[in-house]
């Protein structure tokens, strides 16, 4: 009976050893092992991350996602992900890095790591028709507005400014929404509603107001992946050190915003 217990004890030992083993582990050195980083990015929100003619996911950040890889002597696989499922595919493994367009809050913070410094900034906004003449945000009180499941200031639209929110997984459906007249317009950050404007089928609208809670966005890695955390922290710092976010703005015709110079300001 004592041999026997002696056995149970040393096994528990063992698999307690494994498990603390496998807890440990390290995402940055699996992604050098197996010779591939796999990055969660949009593929809908033009001209950060959108499919271009041939399929392919291309913008803003699958060229950061691209930098990294190269960085690490790996190369890059593109998972395409959207608002609501972007957090869940990071803390569930099936991507290594989160680049994709979030805002850095606090709650966000509490479970994932986003990496300081941020690496870029925008505001919320709203695309409408012109023909709607809103010259307020207080014009949208009461009015359908299309949302994003998963976006941050999606409950202070509806609480503060009294939008009567209608959200949907991802931007194709609201932009269909939106032609369609299921809502008056549609409430999403500034910066991609700016890159959906070049397109000749928004023509008659337009993006009237002055953007608020503007907030900055951050990449983000699994919880307690530090080694990797540093790596991207120290990445990020030179994407604004050689201007590489100013670059790519210019680029992809963006409006240049405060944020990215003032980085650039900070860290050259």
Known sequence: MT????????????LGLFGARAASADVLQDIKTKGVLVVGTKADYRPFGYLDPSGKIVGLEPDLAADV???????????????????QFLQQGKIDLM???MSDTPDRRKIVDIVEPDYFASGTNIL???SEHITSWDML???????VQG???????????GVDGVAFPGTAEVYSALRNGNCMAFAYDDSAIEGEMTKPEWKDYEMPLDSILV????????QGETAFADF?????????????????????????????QEMHDKYK
Not at 141 to 147: A, I, N, T
């Open 151 to 161: 976006s941050f200031y999606n409950k202070e639209l509806q609480e503060k400014y």
């Open 3 to 14: 041999k026997k217990l002696l056995t149970i004890a040393a096994s528990i030992l063992l």
């Open 232 to 260: 991207m922290s120290k990445t990020i710092t030179d994407w604004h050190k050689t201007g590489m976010i100013l670059e790519l703005e210019k680029k992809y015709g963006i409006k240049p915003i405060k944020f990215a």
């Open 99 to 101: 680049i994709a367009t």
């Open 215 to 222: 907030v900055p966005w951050g990449l983000a890695v699994k």
């Open 128 to 130: 409408v028709k012109k």
């Open 141 to 147: 009180r009461g009015k359908k507005v299309c949302l």
């Open 69 to 87: 890889a190269k960085r690490l002597g790996v190369k890059l696989e593109l998972v395409p992900v959207v608002a609501s499922n972007r957090i």
